[in-house]
């Protein structure tokens, strides 16, 4: 019984930041409204992580309007690397169709984080987009596009953190 209970117990050499459904890490503040952190977390257990989703959705009224559906599948493998180094390396693809406009992407990522201490840990992020530059706006996703980024997080406690991050980027047009 013993060992069954250390083996739910999460693993203690994996250090990952929570990410979204692309596999990226959460910014501080949401983009409102596109999403809201904490709907799609994902915190990522050592070996292979899938999350797959699908969605109908409607919009009614002026302007942009009609049905849609919408298709998603990610991946990341995560490993830790040393007692204080993580990795994940993961892609995805996102279908959705909506009004007679489709959206298709696809891409790679990955995150590195280095637990300095107890309270300090930095990240090292980024993603390659494999996808054409222009994108209908009923279909735009402001998650889109390659980033590359790094981060400093001081843990207070382990529920609450401040970091730091910088971050830069493509994202690709809308019309």
Same mark, same amino acid.
């Given at each position: 019984?013993?060992?069954?209970?250390?083996?739910? *117990?999460? #693993?203690?050499?994996?250090?990952?930041?929570?990410?979204?459904?692309?596999?990226?890490? $959460?910014?501080?503040?949401?983009?409102?409204?596109?999403?809201?952190? /904490?709907? =799609?977390?994902?915190? *990522? @257990?050592? /070996?292979?992580? *899938?999350? !797959?989703?699908? %969605?109908?959705?409607?919009?009614? +009224?002026?302007?942009?309007? /009609?049905? +849609? &559906?919408?298709? $998603?599948? %990610?991946?990341?493998?995560? !490993?830790?690397?040393?007692?204080?180094?993580?990795?994940?390396?993961?892609?995805? &693809? @996102?279908?959705? =169709?909506?009004?007679?406009?489709?959206?298709?992407?696809? /891409?790679?990522?990955?995150?590195? =984080?280095?637990?300095?201490?107890?309270?300090?840990? +930095?990240? *090292?992020?980024?993603?390659?987009?494999?996808?054409?530059?222009?994108?209908?706006?009923?279909?735009? =996703?402001?998650?889109?596009? #390659?980033?590359?980024?790094?981060?400093?997080?001081?843990?207070?406690?382990?529920?609450?953190?401040?970091?730091? %991050?910088?971050?830069?980027?493509?994202?690709?047009?809308?019309?």
């Amino acid at each position: 019984m013993a060992q069954e209970e250390q083996r739910a *117990l999460p #693993d203690s050499t994996l250090h990952l930041p929570e990410l979204n459904a692309y596999g990226q890490m $959460q910014p501080a503040v949401s983009h409102w409204p596109v999403g809201y952190v /904490g709907m =799609d977390n994902w915190k *990522l @257990h050592k /070996g292979m992580n *899938l999350m !797959l989703g699908a %969605s109908v959705f409607t919009s009614f +009224g002026k302007g942009w309007k /009609g049905a +849609g &559906f919408s298709q $998603q599948v %990610s991946g990341m493998y995560a !490993l830790p690397v040393t007692e204080k180094l993580s990795l994940a390396v993961g892609g995805y &693809f @996102h279908n959705a =169709d909506w009004a007679g406009y489709n959206l298709r992407q696809a /891409g790679f990522n990955a995150v590195l =984080d280095y637990r300095f201490s107890q309270r300090w840990e +930095g990240f *090292l992020y980024g993603q390659k987009t494999l996808m054409g530059n222009k994108i209908p706006v009923p279909v735009y =996703d402001h998650e889109l596009g #390659d980033r590359i980024g790094a981060a400093v997080r001081y843990h207070f406690n382990p529920s609450t953190w401040i970091q730091v %991050s910088l971050e830069t980027g493509h994202r690709p047009y809308y019309y």
